[in-house]
Structure formats: structure tokens, C-alpha cells
Antibody, heavy 120, light 107 residues
Framework: EVQLVESGGGLVQPGGSLRLSCTAS????????MDWVRQAPGKGLEWVGR??????????EYATSVKGRFTISRDDSSNSLYLQMNSLRTEDTAIYYC???????????WGQGTLVTVSS | DIQLTQSPSFLSASVGDRVTITCRAS??????LAWYQQEPGKAPKLLIY???TLQSGVPSRFSGSGSGTEFTLTISSLQPEDFATYYC?????????FGQGTRLEIK
């Protein structure tokens, strides 16, 4: 079964940092691009960023709202995806989903999400 | 950035109805459009990709069409499990963006 499981969410103060993890199973993780998508409470979906695979030198892309603050990385040896979030703002409060991205096709599957709350 | 505008934002319908949701892009995106369904408290689920290709396992009552700047998602005969929120997404370029969502509720 193809599965993605996120972890690492929690409560953090504005200006703080947090690192999310996503562990993949059931598919060849190293072959695929991986994405992070977030959803603020009661709001719609917002793409956060992408990390490509080794074939394209693990290139990353980011949404304008997080560029320079968030960093996506991966460890193919442990089938893991990461999201390092720095300089967190209250507007970063959201459920963060990891998902497998297929170029110009779509995101499937999705993890169950992990909640990040930025508040003092 | 490419903006996606869905209409309507809210739709009330009955079991058995045929419904259509529209997604308009602020510039041409060829057929690089996907549709997702999200039930309350759950992660989104991919329904359609490449504007009109049904994802494996998705019921055939769902269909998609369009290219360029205008796209539609149609549910031919609503079932109780279809009442959810639907999002379109473009994958033409970066940044990838989503529409604001269409909430489909039972009349």
C-alpha cells in the first residue's frame, strides 16, 4: 500500500522554527518528486513547495509566501521528506500535508496531515 | 502567478442531480489541470488529471473537460458520498496554485 505519514507538528511561537517529517512506503520514493501543501483552518489548499528527484539534482521550488523561510529536503535512503520552517508567522498556522507529485499530472497520494500552530 | 477561479463557491444539490463546477485560469494552462475532492477532516483525493483523465478507482460519474483557460468538473448523478469540497489545481508552471474551492452540500 502506498502511504505517506507526516510528523513533527505542534505549537510554536512567532519567529520560531519547526521541522516536519514525512515517511513514505509502498513505492520507490527516490523516483518521485515530492510536495508539501498546507491548509489554514477553514480555508483552502495552498501549495508550499516541491523537491524534485536525483535525476534533476533535487531542485526545489517554493511558493512566494514561504520562499527564504522554508526549506524542503529529502533523504532517499530512509524514504523521508522534510520541511524546515523558520521565522514562523501566525499566518503559517495550518495542517501541512506531504504528497507525491507527478509532473504536470497531480498529487497522489496524500498523507493524513500534521497541524502546525504558530501562536504566542 | 496563475490564478484559478472556481464557480460557484457553494452549491446545494440533491442526490441524483447532475452538477457542474467551473474553473477558470487567468492565463492558458493547456490541459495541465487536476481536480480534487476533500471530505471534512480528511486529506484531498485526486479525482481527475490532465483535465479529463479519471484517476484509477474514481467512479465514472465524475468527468472533466476543458483546455486553455476554462475547465469543468461534472458529476452525472450525485451520490451521498459526493457531498464534499472540490478544488481545481494547475500544474502548468511554478508556483502551482489551487482554486478557492467549491463546497457541495445536500439540499
Amino acid at each position: 500500500e502506498v502511504q505517506l505519514v507526516e510528523s513533527g507538528g505542534g505549537l510554536v511561537q512567532p519567529g520560531g522554527s519547526l521541522r516536519l517529517s514525512c515517511t513514505a512506503s509502498g513505492f520507490t520514493f527516490s523516483d518521485h518528486y515530492m510536495d508539501w501543501v498546507r491548509q489554514a483552518p477553514g480555508k483552502g489548499l495552498e501549495w508550499v513547495g516541491r523537491i524534485k528527484n536525483k535525476a534533476v539534482t533535487y531542485t526545489t521550488e517554493y511558493a512566494t509566501s514561504v520562499k527564504g523561510r522554508f526549506t524542503i529536503s529529502r533523504d532517499d535512503s530512509s524514504n523521508s521528506l522534510y520541511l524546515q520552517m523558520n521565522s514562523l508567522r501566525t499566518e503559517d498556522t495550518a495542517i501541512y500535508y506531504c504528497t507525491r507529485g507527478v509532473v504536470r499530472t497531480g498529487f497522489d497520494p496524500w498523507g493524513q496531515g500534521t497541524l502546525v500552530t504558530v501562536s504566542s | 502567478d496563475i490564478q484559478l477561479t472556481q464557480s460557484p463557491s457553494f452549491l446545494s444539490a440533491s442526490v441524483g442531480d447532475r452538477v457542474t463546477i467551473t474553473c477558470r485560469a487567468s492565463q492558458g494552462i493547456s490541459s495541465y489541470l487536476a481536480w480534487y475532492q476533500q471530505e471534512p477532516g480528511k486529506a484531498p483525493k485526486l479525482l481527475i488529471y490532465a483535465a479529463s483523465t479519471l484517476q484509477s478507482g474514481v467512479p465514472s460519474r465524475f468527468s472533466g473537460s476543458g483546455s486553455g483557460t476554462e475547465f469543468t468538473l461534472t458529476i452525472s448523478s450525485l451520490q451521498p458520498e459526493d457531498f464534499a469540497t472540490y478544488y481545481c489545481q494547475h500544474l502548468n508552471s511554478y508556483p502551482i496554485t489551487f482554486g478557492q474551492g467549491t463546497r457541495l452540500e445536500i439540499k
